[in-house]
């Protein structure tokens, strides 16, 4: 009998194996031939990443139930870990098992309790799904899903009702004390069974249970819960600083080398490869991001998932040598799709596998403007005076001083001494008239606090980032190259003007003036640049959040170059916005970069709220005079 058993283990390991092999070895292969990404780099953060992301689950608890649900599940599999080997070994003998840790009260503990906590798990997981419905589940594979948790409960239900029937025949090598749990459904059973079904009942649970992990086994790698193995790579190998980074392309290498983003999926990096195979179609990003709730054709979701079955449907043939896939766009996704993003990072910040959208689009942008001259008209406008004229306004560079005339601002002349602070201005204030207060306010406060500042005047051209966003990485780093000759330290002006006040140099006096502060996507959450702009709205007056703020904050509408191009999709996502900040009360719109400046200001205008937009610099130098005449 035991011969038996074990060479019929045997078989169906060989089976299963070797089939859950061939699917590794496939997927294996189509990482190997992705392009290069430089992801080897800090270990110690990629660690940290690991155990706070993966082990710590901390992205998934910031939603309470689904997270613990997921956590529930996920680290009772990891205590119930070797019940796969002590089922095996108790599969071929019920009077064997792993030496050790098998006869353990306290394992047999551990594993009573986290079982309870894998079926609470996925009763509440079937419960989001069947009874709650969340609308992030919209195109995600529920059927899959549904298998899938089944398959779990399976695992839990087989392994309670193996270690019932021992205890109830005592071929248990452990306490039965210690499995409380069990000992109870044990209990149950004598009570319903007769004695000679237990060692029936015995036989069917455990081998029940060997035969679904190893269904299990098999099927996950076929299937969207493929993330249950790739997940945790994937996040060692995301990005570790500056998370709105967009890497350079290096257009010195020889021209076959040069990399202009993607047009097909073999053009794909391996962690962007890998990013396709980890989603678990989850939906947080989806429910974050700004184009998808304006009811526009981009969901990052989709995206990833499009990207994912293409490259799963064109890998095999690839593999096999001489053959082109198909373009992602417009097989895979639709151009509409790739210029809907603004780039904003809220789903790569949302999302629990370390997948990162924007790198995506960001390429697909790269493949169609670089190579194919595809891109919306008026974006085609936005290039061309970048290229012309050195900002997107398309206006002289004779004029960028023009806001600062009276004002006294040094202009650095080549040769001239440097001084403690450049004030880099920017396109949006030296053009457009509702930014340009901002730098006039950032000037007298830098005046007022003492500080030796100058600009560069007509010498100061457009960082390229607009073009970039867009995907012409060849104008942005012609005109990077141009204007950055040398490493500074970079600080926003709400840090800089937040620690003048605590320095005490600049001495504003509050007003009771409510306040509700916009954060904005490049600053609060690409940058990590939260505190120090709240700072300066206590200052000022009394602030108001929004619901979405800090790092969850919600786009303008500008990013990723969308300030150029017109929104003919979905709902206009600065009115979106101004109708969060509408419904604070708050007099005062506070804002901290020009783009979004103007977004909003145009969103406050088309709606006709009543709400001030303004840059916290000019609120800020308001509250200095303010403070001026009530200490005079
Ligand atoms: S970056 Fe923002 S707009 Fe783009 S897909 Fe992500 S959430 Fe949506
Ligand atoms: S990309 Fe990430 S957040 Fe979005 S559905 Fe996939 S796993 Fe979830």
């Given at each position: 009998?035991?011969?038996?058993?074990?060479?019929?283990?045997?078989?169906?390991?060989?089976?299963?194996?070797?089939?859950?092999?061939?699917?590794?070895?496939?997927?294996?292969?189509?990482?190997?031939?992705?392009?290069?990404?430089?992801?080897?780099?800090?270990?110690?953060?990629?660690?940290?990443?690991?155990?706070?992301?993966?082990?710590?689950?901390s992205?998934?608890?910031?939603?309470?139930?689904?997270?613990?649900?997921?956590?529930?599940?996920?680290?009772?599999?990891?205590?119930?870990?070797?019940?796969?080997?002590?089922?095996?070994?108790?599969?071929?003998?019920?009077?064997?098992?792993?030496?050790?840790?098998?006869?353990?009260?306290?394992?047999?503990?551990?594993?009573?309790?986290?079982?309870?906590?894998?079926?609470?798990?996925?009763?509440?997981?079937?419960?989001?799904?069947?009874?709650?419905?969340?609308?992030?589940?919209?195109?995600?594979?529920?059927?899959?899903?549904?298998?899938?948790?089944?398959?779990?409960?399976?695992?839990?239900?087989?392994?309670?009702?193996?270690?019932?029937?021992?205890?109830?025949?005592?071929?248990?090598?452990?306490?039965?004390?210690?499995?409380?749990?069990?000992?109870?459904?044990?209990?149950?059973i004598?009570?319903?069974?007769?004695?000679?079904?237990?060692?029936?009942?015995?036989?069917?649970?455990?081998?029940?249970?060997?035969?679904?992990?190893?269904?299990?086994?098999?099927?996950?790698?076929?299937?969207?819960?493929?993330h249950?193995?790739?997940?945790?790579?994937?996040?060692?190998f995301?990005?570790?600083?500056?998370?709105?980074?967009?890497?350079?392309?290096?257009?010195?290498?020889?021209?076959?080398?040069?990399?202009?983003?993607?047009?097909?999926?073999?053009?794909?990096?391996?962690?962007?490869?890998?990013?396709?195979?980890?989603?678990?179609?989850?939906?947080?990003?989806q429910?974050?991001?700004?184009?998808?709730?304006?009811?526009?054709?981009?969901?990052?979701?989709?995206?990833?998932?499009?990207?994912?079955?293409?490259?799963?449907?064109?890998?095999?043939?690839?593999?096999?040598?001489?053959y082109?896939?198909?373009?992602?766009?417009?097989?895979?996704?639709?151009?509409?799709?790739?210029?809907?993003?603004?780039?904003?990072?809220?789903?790569?910040?949302?999302?629990?596998?370390g997948?990162e959208?924007?790198?995506?689009?960001?390429?697909?942008r790269?493949?169609?403007?670089?190579?194919?001259?595809?891109?919306?008209e008026?974006?085609?406008?936005?290039?061309?005076?970048?290229?012309?004229?050195?900002?997107?306004?398309?206006?002289?560079?004779?004029?960028?001083?023009?806001?600062?005339?009276?004002?006294?601002?040094?202009?650095?002349?080549?040769?001239?001494?440097?001084?403690?602070?450049l004030?880099?201005?920017?396109?949006?204030?030296?053009?457009?008239?509702?930014?340009?207060?901002?730098?006039?306010?950032?000037?007298?406060?830098?005046?007022?606090?003492?500080?030796?500042?100058?600009?560069?005047?007509?010498?100061?051209?457009?960082?390229?980032?607009?073009?970039?966003?867009?995907?012409?990485?060849?104008?942005?780093?012609?005109?990077?190259?141009?204007?950055?000759?040398?490493?500074?330290?970079?600080?926003?002006?709400?840090?800089?003007?937040?620690?003048?006040?605590?320095?005490?140099?600049?001495?504003?006096?509050?007003?009771?003036?409510?306040?509700?502060?916009?954060?904005?996507?490049?600053?609060?959450?690409?940058?990590?640049?939260?505190?120090?702009?709240?700072e300066?709205?206590?200052?000022?007056?009394?602030?108001?959040?929004?619901?979405?703020?800090?790092?969850?904050?919600?786009?303008?509408?500008?990013?990723?170059?969308?300030?150029?191009?017109?929104?003919?999709?979905?709902?206009?996502?600065?009115?979106?916005?101004?109708?969060e900040a509408?419904?604070?009360?708050?007099?005062?719109?506070?804002?901290?970069?020009?783009?979004?400046t103007?977004?909003?200001?145009?969103?406050?205008?088309?709606?006709?709220?009543?709400?001030q937009?303004?840059?916290?610099?000019?609120?800020?130098?308001?509250?200095?005079?303010r403070?001026?005449?009530?200490?005079?």
């Open positions: 009998m035991i011969a038996a058993q074990a060479i019929a283990l045997a078989l169906v390991l060989v089976v299963s194996v070797a089939l859950f092999s061939r699917r590794a070895r496939f997927l294996y292969r189509l990482v190997r031939i992705g392009k290069p990404a430089a992801r080897f780099d800090d270990v110690p953060a990629r660690a940290r990443a690991e155990a706070t992301v993966v082990i710590g689950q992205k998934l608890l910031q939603r309470l139930v689904p997270g613990l649900m997921h956590a529930a599940i996920f680290w009772g599999f990891l205590v119930l870990f070797p019940t796969i080997v002590i089922a095996m070994i108790g599969a071929v003998d019920r009077r064997s098992t792993l030496p050790w840790l098998g006869a353990q009260g306290w394992y047999a503990m551990l594993v009573d309790v986290f079982a309870l906590l894998v079926l609470a798990g996925v009763i509440t997981a079937f419960a989001i799904r069947k009874v709650q419905r969340p609308a992030r589940f919209k195109g995600s594979h529920l059927g899959e899903a549904d298998l899938i948790l089944g398959l779990i409960a399976g695992i839990v239900i087989t392994l309670y009702l193996w270690h019932a029937s021992q205890i109830a025949l005592r071929v248990n090598d452990y306490p039965a004390s210690w499995a409380p749990i069990s000992a109870t459904i044990s209990g149950a004598a009570g319903l069974l007769p004695r000679p079904a237990l060692p029936y009942l015995e036989r069917a649970a455990v081998w029940g249970h060997v035969l679904i992990i190893l269904s299990f086994l098999v099927y996950l790698p076929y299937s969207k819960h493929l249950i193995f790739v997940a945790a790579i994937n996040v060692y995301g990005r570790t600083r500056a998370r709105g980074r967009i890497e350079p392309i290096d257009f010195e290498q020889p021209e076959a080398d040069v990399r202009f983003g993607s047009a097909r999926v073999s053009d794909m990096t391996w962690k962007q490869m890998l990013d396709t195979m980890s989603c678990t179609e989850c939906g947080r990003c429910e974050v991001c700004p184009a998808y709730n304006t009811g526009k054709p981009l969901s990052p979701k989709l995206l990833i998932m499009a990207m994912r079955d293409q490259l799963m449907a064109e890998g095999p043939k690839v593999l096999a040598g001489d082109t896939p198909p373009p992602i766009v417009p097989n895979a996704v639709i151009d509409d799709v790739v210029w809907d993003c603004v780039t904003c990072g809220a789903c790569v910040r949302e999302c629990p596998v997948i959208h924007i790198d995506h689009v960001i390429d697909l790269r493949n169609l403007v670089m190579v194919e001259s595809r891109f919306p008026e974006a085609g406008t936005m290039l061309r005076d970048v290229d012309r004229s050195s900002n997107p306004w398309g206006k002289p560079q004779a004029d960028r001083t023009q806001w600062a005339e009276g004002l006294g601002v040094r202009v650095l002349q080549a040769g001239e001494p440097a001084p403690d602070v004030f880099w201005v920017g396109c949006a204030p030296a053009f457009d008239e509702r930014a340009r207060k901002s730098a006039v306010s950032t000037a007298k406060l830098l005046q007022a606090a003492g500080v030796d500042f100058a600009i560069l005047g007509p010498r100061e051209a457009c960082t390229g980032d607009p073009a970039r966003r867009m995907g012409d990485e060849y104008t942005f780093q012609r005109l990077a190259d141009s204007d950055f000759g040398g490493a500074y330290e970079v600080v926003h002006h709400t840090e800089f003007l937040a620690g003048l006040v605590r320095e005490g140099k600049l001495s504003p006096a509050a007003s009771d003036r409510t306040i509700t502060y916009h954060d904005s996507c490049y600053l609060a959450r690409h940058n990590d640049v939260r505190s120090q702009p709240r300066i709205v206590d200052a000022v007056g009394v602030a108001v959040e929004m619901p979405r703020n800090r790092e969850r904050t919600f786009c303008c509408g500008a990013g990723g170059a969308r300030m150029w191009m017109e929104e003919k999709r979905g709902r206009p996502i600065n009115q979106e916005r101004v109708r509408v419904a604070t009360g708050a007099e005062t719109l506070a804002v901290a970069c020009p783009f979004c103007v977004m909003l200001d145009d969103g406050v205008r088309e709606m006709g709220a009543k709400l937009v303004f840059d916290l610099a000019t609120l800020l130098h308001e509250a200095v005079e403070g001026k005449s009530t200490s005079g």
